[in-house]
């Protein structure tokens, strides 16, 4: 939900978007009768990976293999083959080497607490900024939320309110914080398609795919980051994640 936008954009714009994935996601929980007879969630999860990725135009989808960590405290964590318990420089390597051979030029990341505290999100965090370092890729970009702006839109749709936690509200960042704010509401048909696809993590009875255009627009159609390595609070927001057209279709 936090970069599909600019994925499709980008992807639109000429330049080659290449999708990593750090684990296969077979922590997560569906209900009762959804896979089929000796199905396992992370198949059916590199699956819908494809197909959401298919949608906004991502060239090439890259899985490196740890075990999906779960959430914070869950006996998962521990599991020698998880995400979390990974060795940082080891798996750095294994995305520089992603990086290197893409030439990619811009690199997102999950915000340094991975916006709310996910492990494996914070995991993206450190492996992502150590492998850009290896990799020579300069712009590092920081996907968030925008705190203040998810509170004047609660205000604004007192329903966000009634279906989220209270501690949804501290989600992300202080907007004095943020230096890019992407408008990705031309992209949103193939925004919400790509979470569609996402059918074991999202459902097409739940609450963010049933929000009518209004609203959906106002929550999703623009994506907040943080650019490593730039003082804040800056002068004006940049609108986009590349210095300039795509050279080569490179990302």
């Known amino acids: 939900m936090a970069t599909a936008g600019v994925m499709a954009a980008a992807a639109e714009q000429g330049h080659r978007v290449v999708l990593v994935v750090a684990t296969g996601g077979e922590q997560g929980e569906v209900p009762d009768g959804f896979l089929g007879p000796g199905e396992r969630l992370a198949d059916r999860r590199r699956a819908e990976t494809h197909a959401s990725a298919a949608l906004l135009g ?93 509170r004047r839109l609660a205000a604004a749709y007192p329903a966000l309110v009634e279906v989220l936690d209270a501690d949804a509200m501290d989600l992300g960042v202080a907007e004095e914080l943020l230096t890019t704010a992407v408008d ?45 390595g730039t003082p804040v609070p800056v002068e004006a927001l940049e609108t986009t994640l590349f210095e300039g057209p795509p050279p080569g279709g490179h990302s």
């Open 58 to 150: 991502v060239s090439r989808v890259e899985f490196l293999g740890y075990g999906d960590s779960g959430m914070v405290a869950t006996p998962s964590n521990a599991a020698p083959d998880s995400f979390w318990q990974a060795d940082v420089e080891e798996a750095a390597q294994r995305l520089a080497s992603i990086l290197s051979e893409e030439s990619a030029e811009v690199v997102t990341v999950y915000d340094d607490h991975g916006t709310y505290g996910h492990p494996d999100h914070v995991q993206v965090h450190r492996v992502g900024v150590r492998a850009a370092a290896l990799a020579g890729t300069e712009r590092i970009y920081e996907a968030t939320v925008n705190r203040d702006a998810f």
């Open 184 to 228: 990705v509401r031309p992209w949103l048909e193939a925004k919400r398609a790509a979470m569609r696809a996402h059918a074991s993590q999202i459902s097409e009875q739940s609450f963010f795919l049933s929000l009518d255009d209004e609203v959906f627009a106002a929550t999703f159609g623009t994506e907040w980051f943080i650019r490593r």
